[in-house]
Structure formats: structure tokens, C-alpha cells
């Protein structure tokens, strides 16, 4: 049972345009989502997070939009840099229950020169 | 600094063998948390502890799996009796405070120990 959804294994977009990942989710119990960057052979890193209560958090070329009635999110990155090619995670927690977070499987993007 | 630390970072194991992992978290961080990463896979949770307690186990399997965080050196997830689907890409990450309760706190990650059962 996939409770957070990246539907998109891969993305490609050229350099200096904009980046929009992609995630949803079914568990409404979630009120905190993060999406992490992760390089090959490295761990994930944080980059940006946002609380249920938002529906928008920005930080530099990254903004990430929440639309609750529909239980989606996304990560734009505005303009995409040739450094921003990853796998891009989104992942949710629960407000209660389980601390763990629930990870999508990633999508891989792809800047093109 | 120093991040969250992970060893070994590959670890080749045979069948019916044992597999310890270790896990130091970042200074001041008394949250550990282990994943598991599946080829073609996002992570799964397995475990969340704190020192000396075991908190959250809900994804640890049932069999052959053990993790602990005593009160002095780092954190291990054990695996008992390795099989072939055991191999994959186990991360530990910390926090300084629980992931719970609305603040704005995130997990820092190591760079994960590479199991491969032959």
C-alpha cells in the first residue's frame, strides 16, 4: 500500500527552465511533507519542507506547493541547474502514530545542457 | 560537525551469515531512525529509537532483525541468518528532537551501508 505517490520515475528538463516534481498522497493523517535530494551512492538530503496547515513554502529557487483537498504536492525549481540531477524523494508524517517518514519511490530528474 | 556516519559503507555478506550495521548520529542528536532502500524503491521506515529505548518498530520485520542504540556508541540494526532479499541499501538518520509534535524538524541522513547477500 503506497501511501505517498511519485507516478513520475524520471523527468527531463532543459537547463534553466522550470522543474516541477510531482507527489501524492492517500493517508490525510499526514500535516508535515519534505522532499529530499539524493546523489548516487550518498544519502538523502533535506531541501525543503512544508506543515499542512501552508500552501506554499520557498526557499531560494525551490518552492513547494500543497493542495490538501486533492492530497498533492509539488516541488518546482525555478531556474533547474545542471547540479539539481537527482533523485528527488517526497515524503510525509504523521502528526501521531509512527514517527518514521513515509518516502515515495523518487523520481529521477535529468538537466539537460 | 560531523554528519551523520555509516559503516561500513559496503558490506558483503554470504548466506546464513550475520550483518551489523552501525550508525553515529550527528552531535547532539539522540534520534535514530533506519531505512531501507529496495532497488527501484523509495525508502521504508524500519525503526525509530531513541537511547536505550526502542520507540517505533512497526517496520522492522518480525525475523532476524535487531536494532539497539545504547547509551554509549553508536546504533546497530543486526541481521541474523542473511538471505538474498536482504541485500539493499540500509540508511540511518537522525534528529536532535522527535520527527513528531509540528516543529520544524528533519531527519539528517548518512550515506547508508550498501548490503549485498551472495
Known amino acids: 500500500d503506497q501511501q505517498v505517490k511519485q507516478n513520475s520515475p524520471s523527468l527531463s528538463v532543459q537547463e534553466g527552465r522550470i522543474s516541477i516534481l510531482n507527489c501524492d498522497y492517500t493517508n490525510s493523517m499526514f500535516d508535515y511533507f519534505l522532499w529530499y535530494k539524493k546523489y548516487p551512492a550518498e544519502g538523502p538530503t533535506f531541501l525543503i519542507s512544508?506543515?499542512?496547515?501552508?500552501d506554499k513554502n520557498e526557499d531560494g529557487r525551490f518552492t513547494v506547493f500543497l493542495n490538501k483537498s486533492a492530497k498533492h504536492l509539488s516541488l518546482h525549481i525555478v531556474p533547474s541547474q545542471p547540479g539539481d540531477s537527482a533523485v528527488y524523494f517526497c515524503?510525509?508524517?504523521?502528526?501521531?502514530?509512527?514517527?518514521?517518514?513515509?518516502f515515495g519511490k523518487g523520481t529521477h530528474l535529468i538537466i539537460q545542457p | 560537525n560531523a554528519g551523520v556516519m555509516q559503516n561500513p559503507r559496503h558490506l558483503v555478506r554470504r548466506r546464513g551469515q550475520e550483518a551489523r550495521l552501525r550508525c553515529s548520529p550527528m552531535?547532539?542528536?539522540?534520534?535514530v531512525y533506519w531505512y531501507r532502500q529496495l532497488p527501484e524503491e523509495g525508502l521504508k521506515f524500519m525503526v525509530y529509537?531513541?537511547?536505550?529505548?526502542?520507540?517505533?518498530e512497526s517496520g522492522m520485520p518480525k525475523e532476524r532483525f535487531s536494532a539497539e542504540f545504547p547509551k554509549e556508541g553508536p546504533s546497530i540494526l543486526r541481521i541474523q541468518q542473511v538471505v538474498r532479499g536482504d541485500s539493499a541499501a540500509y540508511f540511518c538518520?537522525?534528529?536532535?528532537?522527535?520527527?513528531?509534535?509540528?516543529?520544524?524538524?528533519?531527519?539528517?541522513f548518512g550515506q547508508g551501508t550498501r548490503l549485498t547477500v551472495v
Open positions: 515524503a510525509a508524517r504523521t502528526g501521531g502514530g509512527a514517527d518514521g517518514l513515509t
Open positions: 512544508i506543515s499542512s496547515i501552508k
Open positions: 552531535k547532539g542528536h539522540s534520534h
Open positions: 529509537l531513541q537511547k536505550e529505548n526502542i520507540i517505533d
Open positions: 538518520a537522525s534528529s536532535p528532537t522527535s520527527l513528531l509534535g509540528g516543529t520544524n524538524t528533519e531527519a539528517f
